[in-house]
């Protein structure tokens, strides 16, 4: 099983990034999804996920800015972020699980300044 997030970068406060994630390997739709986050010098901690029914979660300090979505045909989880902070600056990874197995991606670096 591979994950392979993508979509990270510099972005200036305010501004707006969307994450992918595609996974092989397995059969996508089966699995809740999830994007994790580990800002510099903290824990991981858990941003947006999106059930196998496709019901969401997020935390509350991206509720109303980030959206997560999944579509199961191309094996692919994506989180929209908009009005980014520098806050939001961390290394963002993606999540995939079901029961005991869990699968992460590399990660992929959010870096939100002016």
């Known amino acids: 099983v591979q994950l392979q997030a993508s979509g990270g970068g510099l972005v200036q406060p305010g501004g707006s990034l969307r994450l992918s994630c595609a996974a092989s390997g397995i059969i996508f739709e089966g699995y809740h999804m999830a994007w994790y986050r580990q800002p510099p010098g903290k824990k991981r901690e858990l941003v947006a996920l999106?059930?196998?029914?496709?019901?969401?979660d997020y935390a509350d300090s991206v509720k109303g800015r980030f959206t997560i979505s999944r579509d199961n045909a191309k094996n692919t989880v994506y989180l929209q972020a908009n009005g980014l902070k520098s806050e939001d600056t961390a290394v963002y990874y993606c999540?995939?699980?079901?029961?005991?197995?869990?699968?992460w991606g590399q990660g992929t670096l959010v870096t939100v300044s002016s």
């Open positions: 999540y995939v699980g079901r029961g005991l197995t869990e699968y």
């Open positions: 999106i059930s196998r029914a496709g019901h969401t």
